[in-house]
Every structure is written in structure tokens, then in C-alpha cells.
């Protein structure tokens, strides 16, 4: 009985938080935050992206991170600056990130006009704008109300768990602080996002003679992680491969596929079969025809304009592989809709108490999780992020 009191207290009680902060918000935008890793928009920014990667003990665990994560960089700086000038001299994710948040806040402006005017803010991990430059932009438009959107539809503590532990790590500063926040975790089975993954492969097909459409393989490729996250109970992988089976299901599985693993780096065990080496099983099996499908980032970035297109591009004209790559979301309306209605059932069941700022499963630590800010961040943002 007591606890039913206090349950009933506590829903009183958030109940009453929500209606205060949608009064005093009632002019300032409800900020659709846009969290990923970013990528150097020059090439004379790589150095400084590689530091913020390697010094992310969330990401890469290193012993004396500050000291070693600038040696790594630096060392590692010459090689990637080389491919994001093979690509045209730096990371388009920017351009797409702001195309993407502007187009889905427009949308939800009349889809949850009650939360109106949405407002998109860019936050990225080891590129500008970076957490800090981000919270004081919106410390300056008044945002009381703000939803922390991951845009890696499939969750990982190494990915979207590490810009929400820099969130958390940030909670007191102007702009995070008295700020009601709540989190999109993950949506990588959402029918939106299905749908135009499914459409980009659909027109990469056309590419092939009608004659070989249907014995094309459908190669979904995404970023590997290392043996070491996913043995302790990361969820990505599952993720991922549910992903890949919703957006078979909406193909009406006409092709054969499978999902393999890209761009590992350094020396551990990593999730495998690797793209390259799946690309080069297939020649030798004598399946020539291939559609590489990047599933697990909706932008263009060095791994699908280097590596995938470059790379494995001129691997596959030497094994005699036709090769088509799935073009990545980017700007694609259809996935553009899928992200205002992911974000508007969100705030739409988040009013009505029907989900609480953060998604059941965010709130489950890796059975293997030793990382204590993992544990506070899901504590913070499972009390409406109010500091
Ligand atoms: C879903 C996507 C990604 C996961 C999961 C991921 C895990 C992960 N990555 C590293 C180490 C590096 N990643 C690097 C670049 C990079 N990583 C992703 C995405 C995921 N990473 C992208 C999209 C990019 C490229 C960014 C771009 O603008 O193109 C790099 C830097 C490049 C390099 O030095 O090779 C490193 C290092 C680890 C260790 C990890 C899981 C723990
Ligand atoms: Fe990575
Ligand atoms: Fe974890």
C-alpha cells in the first residue's frame, strides 16, 4: 500500500514537473538534440578528431589515456588525413546532420504542434560542434525542454553510451542544467528507417542486367566491435542483425544476404567476417554480383566513401565482382519522415506518461559493464535528466 502511495506521489509529482516546464518553455524551442561522433569537416581538422576519439575511455579504454591517446594520434593522423582527402578533403556528416535535424523538426512542428517550435541542435563527440559549444547555444535560445536523439539507429555503450555518459558528464553546465531532458536510444527496426534502407537497395539493384538482379547478393556492412564489448553484453550486434532482418522481411527476401563487419582497427580480436574478406569469399565461391548495403550509419563518411567505394571498390574490380554500393541515407525524404515520427511518438507518449525519458532497455548496464559512469548516466537520465 505504502508503495503504491508513493508511486502515485512520484507520478504527482513528474506530472506536475512536465506541465511547469511546458509552461515555462512555452516560448522557447523544445531542442531535438542530434548526438553522434561527427567527423572533421577539413582535413587540417583529422588531428584534432583523432585526439578527442583516442582520449574516449568510453570508446577506447587506454591505460594513461592522456598520455597516450595524443602519441596514437599523432602517429595515426597522416594515413586518415589521406582519406578524407581521398574523398574530397573532409567528412560531409555536418552538412548532412543539419540537412537531417531541419527537415525533421519542420515536420514535427505539425506533427506535435503542441511542443512547437522544434528547434534542431547538432552535438557531436569528437568533432565541432562539440557538447560544451552545443549546450551554450542552447543556453542562449532559453531551451528548457530538450531530447537527446541518437543518430546511430542501433545502440552501443561505445557509440550512443558514450555521448550520453559526455551528457551526463556535462549535466551542470548552462544549457544542460534545469533542462528537462529524454532520450531516443535506438529505432534500428523502425518501419520508417526499414523502408528507405529497403529503397536505396531496391534502386542499387536496377543497377545490375535484369538477368542477374536476383542472384545478387546483399552485402549488409556495418562497423565492427571489438570481442572484448561484445562479450560483455553489448547490444549492437543483436541490434544490427535485427536491422537486417526487418529490412529482408520488407524485401520479400528475393535475394540471398549476409551481414559482415568493417573497419577494425589495431590489433585485438574484432566481430568478424570481415567485408573485405566476405568480398573475397564470395569471388572465390563464384557469386559476382554484390550490392554493399552500409547499415549501421546513415550518413557518408570515410567508411562508405573510402573504404566501401575506394577500397573494396578496386578490390572488387580485381577478384571480377560487379559491385553496387546501397546509397546511404544522407538526405533521403522518405528517412527524413522516419526521424520526425520516431521523435514525434516519442514526445507524444512522453506527455502522456505513457514511457519515461529513457527507453526501458537503455536502462539495463551491460552484464559485463565496469564502467561506473554508465551506471550514474542511466540514474540521471531515468530521473527526467533534472538536476
Ligand atoms: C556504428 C558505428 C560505429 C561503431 C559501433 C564504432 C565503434 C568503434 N570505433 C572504434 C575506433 C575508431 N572508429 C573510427 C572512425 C569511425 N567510427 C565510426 C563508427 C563506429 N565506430 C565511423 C563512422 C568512423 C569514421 C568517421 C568518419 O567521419 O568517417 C576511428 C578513426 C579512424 C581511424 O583511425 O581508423 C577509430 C580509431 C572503436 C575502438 C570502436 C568500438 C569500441
Ligand atoms: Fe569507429
Ligand atoms: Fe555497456
Known amino acids: 500500500m505504502a508503495c503504491a502511495r508513493q508511486a502515485r506521489t512520484w507520478a504527482t509529482a513528474r506530472s506536475f514537473r512536465r506541465s511547469y516546464a511546458t509552461v515555462q518553455s512555452a516560448k522557447s524551442p523544445t531542442a531535438i538534440v542530434m548526438m553522434n561522433m561527427g567527423g572533421p569537416s577539413t582535413v587540417p581538422e583529422v588531428h584534432d ?81 562539440l557538447t560544451n559549444s552545443t549546450l551554450a547555444e542552447m543556453h542562449k535560445d532559453g531551451v528548457k525542454r530538450a531530447v537527446a536523439f541518437t543518430q546511430y539507429p542501433q545502440y552501443s555503450c561505445s557509440t550512443t553510451g558514450s555521448s550520453l555518459n559526455e551528457l551526463y558528464r556535462k549535466r551542470d553546465v548552462d544549457g544542460a542544467r534545469g533542462v528537462e531532458w529524454s532520450v531516443v536510444d535506438r529505432w534500428g527496426t523502425h518501419p520508417g528507417f526499414i523502408e528507405a534502407v529497403a529503397q536505396r537497395i531496391e534502386s542499387a539493384l ?75 569469399g564470395l569471388a572465390r565461391l563464384g557469386r559476382k554480383e554484390v550490392v554493399l548495403v552500409p547499415i549501421a550509419f546513415t550518413s557518408d563518411h570515410i567508411e562508405t566513401l573510402y573504404e566501401l567505394d575506394l577500397e573494396y571498390g578496386k578490390e572488387a574490380e580485381e577478384l571480377g565482382v560487379e559491385v553496387h554500393r546501397a546509397e546511404s541515407l544522407n538526405e533521403s525524404p522518405v528517412f527524413i519522415r522516419a526521424l520526425a515520427d520516431i521523435v514525434s511518438a516519442h514526445l507524444r507518449d512522453y506527455s502522456a506518461s505513457k514511457i519515461g525519458p529513457a527507453s526501458v532497455q537503455l536502462g539495463l548496464r551491460c552484464p559485463g559493464c565496469t564502467n561506473a559512469v554508465c551506471g550514474q548516466q542511466k540514474k540521471w537520465l531515468a530521473g527526467a535528466g533534472l538536476s
Not at 519542420?106 to 563527440?125: N, Q
Not at 547490444?235 to 520488407?250: F, K
Not at 528475393?254 to 574478406?277: D, F, H, I
Open 49 to 129: 578528431f583523432l585526439k578527442n576519439l583516442f582520449s574516449d575511455g568510453d570508446l577506447i579504454p587506454l591505460p594513461f589515456q592522456r598520455v597516450l591517446a595524443p602519441l596514437i594520434a599523432k602517429r595515426r593522423t597522416p594515413k586518415i588525413e589521406d582519406q578524407y582527402t581521398a574523398i574530397g578533403g573532409g567528412s560531409p556528416i555536418l552538412r548532412y546532420t543539419r540537412a537531417q535535424g531541419e527537415g525533421l523538426c519542420a515536420l514535427l512542428d505539425e506533427l506535435h504542434p503542441e511542443s512547437a517550435p522544434h528547434k534542431p541542435y547538432v552535438m557531436f563527440r569528437y568533432a565541432n560542434p
Open 206 to 280: 536496377q543497377k545490375f542486367s535484369p538477368d542477374k538482379r536476383s542472384d545478387a547478393v546483399l552485402l549488409f556492412s556495418a562497423h565492427s566491435l571489438p570481442m572484448s564489448v561484445v562479450n560483455r553484453g553489448d547490444p549492437y550486434i543483436l541490434e544490427v542483425s535485427a536491422s537486417v532482418s526487418a529490412v529482408m522481411q520488407r524485401l520479400g527476401n528475393k535475394n540471398p544476404y549476409r551481414l559482415v563487419w568493417q573497419s577494425q582497427v589495431g590489433p585485438s580480436a574484432w566481430m568478424g567476417m570481415q567485408t573485405s574478406e566476405a568480398l573475397k
